[in-house]
């Protein structure tokens, strides 16, 4: 998705999240801030880190309240994908406090779920290192968030898979049971002569059999170690190249072990579904 489009999104979710925070946006539909304050009072406000983190959603809150709040100064001192350490300051807002306080919880809600998506990521990444494997997200997100949230794997380090079915053929295992099994869906796909599609295998027998059907690339869902392993092996000796990517169960402590085997893709719905949040917070200066 083009960058564009992932800004007009976030500036639209934005939006949306304000509105369920306030309804119309009015100052007088912040109840307590217009009762202690009935008038302009100028101050800077510092959205901040209080944690480690990889940083993601900076660009969109700028370009949102310099479109929708052209009252407030809002200047950025980080990119998406930096990492800043504990304490610093990420963003700082200007102008009538009673705005800032309207718009706060909306802000560091936004800010804080995709930094926490991307600083997890990270860290998987991380797990990667010396080898060649490249982590994958999945579809497993969050309802109405999955642009922003893939956005968010991308920035911590790890690559788009589908973003939805219509993005490439992944042949998964209710496929393959309602096809009548992995002989008769692998029938199937010379038959309709297929190309280009992935497909997923639970065995060491299913796996063997793909291979003897051409299948190029194979997702090993919920194996252990040592068949993975023993299926990488049928790729010797083969003249087209056999791509292999392992799903399921994959966890900080075990996706080193998986990408030292040599496989070429982890994919993982933990950097997205499993995620602890980080801790940012608004303080006025």
């Known amino acids: ?54 940083v993601c959603g900076e660009s969109f809150i ?43 919880r909306t802000l560091v809600n936004f800010l804080q779920h995709l930094s926490s998506i991307s600083t997890y990521t990270k860290k998987f990444v991380g797990k990667l290192s010396g080898s060649n494997t490249v982590l994958l997200d999945t579809r497993k997100t969050t309802n109405g968030l999955r642009i922003l949230e893939k956005y968010a794997t991308k920035v911590g380090g790890a690559k788009n898979h ?16 309602v096809t009548g099994g992995i002989l008769k869906t692998l029938e199937l796909i010379k038959k309709k002569k297929i190309r280009n599609f992935e497909i997923e295998c639970e065995t060491y027998s299913e796996v063997e059999q793909c291979i003897n059907y051409n299948c190029n690339h194979i997702l090993l869902d919920n194996m252990p170690i040592k068949e993975v392993q023993k299926c990488l092996l049928l790729r ?17 402590e075990n996706i080193s072990k998986y990408s030292k085997l040599g496989v070429d893709y982890i994919s993982t719905s933990k950097i997205t579904n499993s995620v602890n949040s980080v801790d940012i917070g608004l303080d006025i200066i």
Do not use: Q
């Open 1 to 54: 998705m083009l960058k564009k489009e992932i800004y007009n999104f976030a500036n639209y979710k934005l939006s949306a999240e304000l509105k369920d925070d306030v309804g119309k946006v009015c100052l007088k539909n912040d109840l307590t801030t217009s009762v202690l304050l009935n008038k302009r009072l100028d101050c800077k406000a510092y959205i901040s880190n209080r944690e480690n983190i990889v």
């Open 62 to 104: 700028v370009k949102f309240i310099k479109k929708k709040f052209p009252n407030l100064l809002c200047v950025s001192f980080y990119k998406d994908g930096d990492f800043v350490k504990k304490d610093s300051k990420l963003i700082k807002i200007s102008g009538d406090i009673r705005w800032i306080l309207l718009l706060e």
């Open 162 to 177: 589908r973003m939805g079915l219509g993005d490439r053929i992944l042949i998964k295992d209710n496929h393959i049971k």
């Open 236 to 252: 010797k000796g083969k003249s087209r190249k056999i791509i292999f990517e392992v799903s399921g169960g994959i966890n900080l």
